[in-house]
């Protein structure tokens, strides 16, 4: 059994037999509009996030219940998309994983998926320490929306959209994409674009798998790559991709959540998932 295996084996030991893993009891304080996104990082979004980043068969059975369970339960009709009802609305990162999970799973974006590209099409900010235009009605919500947009929101709205098949990107997603990587590009990946050299923002130069509602640089260069993205933007961030290579052809671990349903590797040791992306993405930058 290769690493990958043990690991998916172990995640589904601890699903429990509605599909569902570390469910929340009607008792708690989070209960409903939590439900599968509390406990950090162990509920079932966070878990199903981590099998596809695993690269999970697309056609498990044991994963397509509990997914239409989640895009039922964070689904605002009103709005047309996914919420954590007025937290953080209308949270552009929850809305770019659901979106991952929907067309990694389901080989396309379902009808949900595509009321919220739609929604982030329309809204969807790219301020970068000032208000670039006139503010929508969602600025009030400054840790998405503020002076600067969240990075996280952007990447992770990325990371969806590049999973949707190409042959099906209408001329708005297209266009969402593309502000997407312009924004990317503009902080060359992970350093500030007022500060020459400086990173971005704390950690995110440190390897890390898998990636929740944040990530690490190299998943965005990965998702460059995915999207055939070259541009000497880029360049800063594939030298330092380079210089964490190990004398043995590997990359370590360099920050690790400690409360994942299962561990999937130890820091600062070589991790076979993280070596595997860095080692596509300079296959493409070489």
């Known amino acids: ?32 509009d939590y439900l599968h996104y509390v406990p950090n990082f162990k509920a079932t979004l966070w878990t199903l996030i981590l099998l596809a980043d695993l690269g999970l068969d697309a056609e498990d059975a044991r994963v397509k219940t509990p997914l239409k369970v989640l895009q039922k339960h964070f689904f605002d009709p009103e709005h047309g998309i996914f919420t954590l009802k007025e937290d953080h609305f209308p949270i552009p990162c929850l809305n770019g994983n659901m979106i991952y999970l929907d067309c990694y799973f389901n080989g396309s974006p379902g009808k949900k998926s595509m009321q919220a590209l739609k929604f982030f099409f329309k809204y969807q900010r790219f301020d970068d320490g000032n208000y670039l235009v006139e503010k929508n009605a969602f600025c009030t919500n400054t840790s998405c929306y503020g002076k600067h947009s969240c990075y996280w929101g952007i990447t992770k709205l990325l990371k969806g959209i590049s999973f949707i098949p190409i042959e099906q990107r209408t001329k708005e997603i297209k266009d969402l994409l593309d502000r997407c990587i312009r924004f990317v590009l503009l902080h060359k990946v992970c350093f500030s674009s007022h500060k020459e050299g400086k990173i971005m923002i704390k950690s995110m130069d440190k390897l890390t798998f898998p990636n929740m509602y944040k990530s690490d640089f190299l998943e965005i260069l990965w998702l460059l790559k995915r999207e055939k993205v070259k541009s000497d933007k880029i360049n800063c961030a594939v ?8 004398a043995g052809e590997e990359w370590h671990l360099e920050r690790q959540f400690n409360n994942l349903i299962t561990s999937i590797g130890a820091v600062n040791k070589p991790n076979d998932f993280v070596t595997r992306r860095a080692k596509e993405v300079l296959e493409f930058y070489s």
């Open 239 to 246: 030298e330092l991709l380079k210089s964490k290579k190990q």
């Open 1 to 32: 059994m290769t690493r990958q295996q043990e690991i998916i084996a172990r995640i589904f030991s601890a699903q429990d037999d509605d599909g569902f893993w570390k469910l929340l009891p009607e008792k708690h304080k989070y209960y409903p």
